[in-house]
């Protein structure tokens, strides 16, 4: 029994000791690769490849006015945009239509029906869009995404030679009220620590909200269509490129999520739909997650410390919490480069909140395997494959 004992502490000790390493390689690679500027972008007339921007809506969202139309002020030279709407009678059709009207010089074109090509609501909205895409530099970006109008000049130029996927790391722009503080904590910290720490080691972490792809690689893996089985289909499209000999790598800029609708309960919502969806991809690594929280952590660790050191419990915790609370302060300044638009007060408060409820939501997602992402239902299998439960319509 002391064997087993002393033998589970060791192992304890040594995923204590990773996750600080992962921790501090975080911070390392956001200090040095986030917010900053690349090299200037040489003349039109010397081969500036264009991009074609793909942007699958559906519904209204408070900010979408101003999400869309920060695409439409990019100061790259070349690219087109290409507005892909599933339903007619959406109402972001007539946001769409008036800034065609107010920016009538910008290359748009609009598409509307969809395409039936898989599962992938995502991908059979915006196929058609995808297909007449006339750049070989294909961005794809979420309705809820606003961008600033250096986006594409800091993107493009990291699109070398053997590069295909160019991705921005998921971040929130500013806004108010203390559940858009809980998501840039939780995209600040727990998801950046993650983020950075596997671009940096070159590990698949890709997420699709807004990337940067080339067309001719993803055609040879079978286009966009050939995703459209998989929910996920930004981190299997990576998994194939990568494995195809293309390599990847993350922005400086952060991708700035711009909800105007923000509300815990369905910030928690999506937080589970993507551990239902880790778990159905990578199940090892998804059984770690509760362990990786700076609480459970801490808790596992301070009864390790105490069984090989005989170190006192609780002053141990304290110091593994305080000390981790203070690096997710600063790996947190890092990605906003900036004043944080709310208090160190309300970051605790936040911060606490987000650590203590996280291994249970992550628990929580084996007991119901059904996903529900917007009005549709999936049940998902080993490996991500996806299948509908009542297909909302038939395109």
């Not at 000049?153 to 722009?173: G, L, N, S, W, Y």
Request: proline content about 5%; charged content about 20%; hydrophobic content about 45%.
């Amino acid at each position: 029994m002391i064997y087993w004992t002393f033998g589970l502490a060791v192992i304890i000790a040594v995923f204590w000791s990773v996750q600080w390493v992962v921790h501090l390689l975080a911070l390392c690679h956001g200090r040095f690769r986030l917010h900053r500027k690349v090299s200037k972008l040489p003349p039109l007339e010397d081969g500036l490849p264009g991009v074609s921007i793909l942007k699958p809506l559906s519904g209204d969202d408070p900010n979408l006015l101003q999400n869309i139309e920060s695409f439409f002020l990019q100061s790259y030279p070349l690219f087109e945009l290409l507005f892909c709407v599933e339903d007619k009678d959406d109402p972001s059709l007539q946001i769409v239509r008036s800034l065609m009207e107010k920016y009538s010089q910008v290359d748009v074109s609009l598409f509307i029906g969809g395409e039936l090509v898989g599962v992938n609501p995502k991908i059979n909205n915006m196929h058609p869009g995808y297909k007449a895409a006339k750049y070989d530099l294909v961005m794809i970006s979420d309705c809820g995404i606003r961008v600033r109008d250096d986006t594409l000049q800091e993107m493009v130029p990291r699109m070398t030679e053997k590069v295909a996927i160019v991705h921005q790391m998921p971040f929130t722009c500013d806004r108010e009220g203390f559940p858009a503080t809980l998501e840039k904590i939780y995209f600040g910290t727990f998801h950046a620590r993650m983020y950075l720490s596997a671009d940096l080691l070159g590990i698949n972490c890709h997420t699709g909200m807004s990337t940067l792809i080339r067309k001719t690689a993803l055609e040879e893996a079978g286009g966009l269509k050939a995703f459209g089985p998989y929910i996920a289909e930004d981190f299997f499209i990576a998994q194939e490129l990568c494995n195809r000999g293309w390599k990847m790598t993350v922005s400086s800029l952060p991708a700035l999520q711009n909800s105007g609708v923000c509300r815990i309960v369905l910030f928690q919502e999506r937080l589970s739909r993507w551990a239902k969806l880790r778990l159905s991809m990578v199940p090892f690594t998804f059984a770690l997650e509760p362990f990786s929280g700076s609480i459970v952590l801490g808790i596992c660790a301070g009864w390790a410390a105490h069984v090989l050191f005989e170190w006192d419990f609780t002053i141990f915790l304290l110091l593994h919490i305080w000390t981790w609370f203070l690096l997710d302060w600063l790996l947190l300044t890092i990605v906003q480069h900036g004043s944080l638009p709310f208090s160190k007060v309300e970051f605790l408060i936040g911060w606490i909140l987000s650590e203590a409820t996280w291994p249970a939501m992550t628990i929580k997602s084996l007991w119901d395997p059904v996903l529900r992402w917007r009005s549709r239902t999936y049940r998902l299998r080993w490996g991500g494959v996806a299948e509908e439960i009542k297909p909302k319509i038939k395109l």
